[in-house]
């Protein structure tokens, strides 16, 4: 049976890549975050890289053992790079990407040629009945490229399928609606809560004589929230902050900076979709050599903050300006939330900001 939906303001939400996906999540998982001061978790229901085909049926079993004792919010957590294709000059994250399903697919399916877009909607509605059946306030979209980054750009993707760009943002923009009418249809009042969604962060055209681009992510979400706007008044889409305002900072007042330019960047999109939300998120780290790859480079590497005490303001910060805000928990920032002892300082941490609240 379906739990009543009760969501508080400030919302912190766990997202790591630590976590299991869904058929392998359960009391183990949700007891190791019962100390620490979030309110949900997202659970990948699938990996990124998955390419089995799934419905709520797959999951059915799992759901009702979930929803006998949970004492968190599970968020199902999705991945576009279902429906991304793999190139081989490209820039992928993962030889994952190289599979047979994926190197099928010209930049992304948008048409659904190959087949991937329509398992993706199945792992979409899928997510939505399981979220609405579990109670949890929505699900977590996770718009990243992982199979191929240059498919963030409208340009590539137009050249690889052979269309003009405005056949290829029209697309886009209508499956964005067709997102929203299952979503609308599935679970009406859901939280979709996307990592980013690229309103305030353009790119640099790869034409040198061009103009910035927006990304193919930014179009899709467009058309959910022009959906929402004319047919799910109650749902809500949020904006997660990955790209506009990052992971790091360099400081309490460096954050602060941070918001109040995104804000500005943001006043065009909140003012044309009523539905719209800003999120934000903070990656946060306790000793600087735990730190390894990315989280050595940029506002990471030249940040000033040192132990996990020292982040208590700035996710105080992330809840006084947004109503949504997720602790990325990166392995790259030897933070790993179901290792007791990894994960101590950071749950003392956040029960000290969830005091203040």
Same mark, same amino acid.
């Given at each position: 049976?379906?739990?009543?939906?009760?969501?508080?303001?400030?919302?912190?939400?766990?997202?790591?890549?630590?976590?299991?996906?869904?058929?392998?999540?359960?009391?183990?998982?949700?007891?190791?975050?019962?100390?620490?001061?979030?309110?949900?978790?997202?659970?990948?229901?699938?990996?990124?890289?998955?390419?089995?085909? *799934?419905?709520?049926?797959?999951?059915?079993?799992?759901?009702?053992?979930?929803?006998?004792?949970?004492?968190?919010?599970?968020?199902?957590?999705?991945?576009?790079?279902?429906?991304? %294709?793999?190139?081989?000059?490209?820039?992928?994250?993962?030889?994952?990407?190289?599979?047979?399903?994926?190197?099928?697919?010209?930049?992304?399916?948008?048409?659904?040629?190959?087949?991937?877009?329509?398992?993706?909607?199945? +792992?979409?509605?899928?997510?939505?009945?399981?979220?609405?059946?579990?109670?949890?306030?929505?699900?977590?979209?996770?718009?990243?490229?992982?199979?191929? *980054?240059?498919?963030?750009?409208?340009?590539?993707?137009? %050249?690889? #399928?052979?269309?003009?760009?405005?056949?290829?943002?029209?697309?886009?923009?209508?499956?964005?609606?067709?997102?929203?009418?299952?979503?609308?249809?599935?679970?009406?009042?859901?939280?979709?809560?996307?990592?980013?969604?690229?309103?305030?962060?353009? =790119?640099?055209?790869?034409?040198?004589?061009?103009?910035?681009?927006?990304?193919?992510?930014?179009? +899709?979400?467009?058309?959910?929230?022009?959906?929402?706007?004319?047919?799910?008044?109650? =749902?809500?889409?949020?904006?997660?902050?990955?790209?506009? #305002? %990052?992971?790091?900072?360099?400081?309490?007042?460096?954050?602060?900076?941070?918001?109040?330019?995104?804000?500005?960047?943001?006043?065009?999109?909140?003012?044309?979709?009523?539905?719209?939300?800003?999120?934000?998120?903070?990656?946060?780290?306790?000793?600087?050599?735990?730190?390894?790859?990315? =989280?050595?480079?940029?506002?990471?590497?030249?940040?000033?903050?040192?132990?996990?005490?020292?982040?208590?303001? #700035?996710?105080?910060?992330?809840?006084?300006?947004?109503?949504?805000?997720?602790? *990325?928990?990166?392995?790259?920032?030897? *933070?790993?939330?179901?290792?007791?002892?990894?994960?101590?300082?950071?749950?003392? =941490?956040?029960?000290?900001?969830?005091?203040?609240?």
């Amino acid at each position: 049976m379906t739990k009543l939906l009760s969501i508080a303001l400030p919302y912190v939400l766990l997202v790591s890549f630590h976590t299991p996906p869904l058929s392998g999540f359960g009391p183990r998982g949700l007891n190791a975050l019962s100390g620490a001061g979030y309110d949900g978790v997202a659970v990948p229901l699938t990996g990124a890289y998955d390419t089995k085909r *799934y419905s709520y049926e797959t999951f059915a079993g799992k759901v009702k053992a979930l929803n006998s004792g949970s004492r968190k919010d599970v968020w199902p957590w999705v991945f576009f790079n279902r429906f991304i %294709g793999y190139d081989e000059g490209g820039r992928s994250l993962s030889k994952d990407s190289r599979h047979i399903y994926f190197r099928s697919i010209k930049g992304m399916d948008i048409y659904d040629e190959w087949g991937a877009l329509g398992d993706f909607y199945d +792992i979409w509605r899928a997510s939505l009945e399981i979220a609405k059946e579990l109670g949890s306030p929505g699900i977590v979209v996770d718009p990243e490229a992982y199979n191929n *980054y240059d498919a963030y750009r409208v340009s590539y993707v137009a %050249g690889e #399928l052979g269309k003009s760009e405005k056949e290829v943002t029209e697309r886009l923009t209508e499956i964005g609606r067709e997102l929203g009418r299952m979503a609308g249809e599935t679970y009406p009042d859901a939280v979709i809560w996307l990592l980013f969604s690229g309103f305030a962060s353009p =790119m640099k055209s790869a034409n040198p004589l061009g103009g910035k681009e927006r990304f193919t992510v930014t179009y +899709i979400v467009e058309g959910m929230l022009e959906y929402a706007e004319k047919n799910a008044p109650g =749902m809500v889409v949020v904006s997660g902050g990955e790209a506009s #305002l %990052g992971y790091c900072a360099k400081s309490l007042e460096d954050l602060r900076e941070r918001i109040a330019e995104r804000g500005k960047k943001f006043e065009k999109p909140l003012e044309d979709y009523p539905n719209l939300r800003l999120g934000g998120t903070i990656s946060p780290w306790s000793g600087g050599a735990a730190k390894t790859g990315w =989280m050595t480079k940029g506002a990471c590497g030249k940040s000033s903050l040192r132990r996990a005490s020292d982040f208590a303001p #700035l996710v105080a910060e992330l809840k006084k300006a947004y109503g949504y805000v997720w602790i *990325y928990a990166a392995a790259a920032a030897g *933070y790993d939330p179901y290792d007791v002892k990894k994960s101590t300082p950071f749950n003392t =941490m956040l029960r000290e900001t969830a005091n203040e609240n």
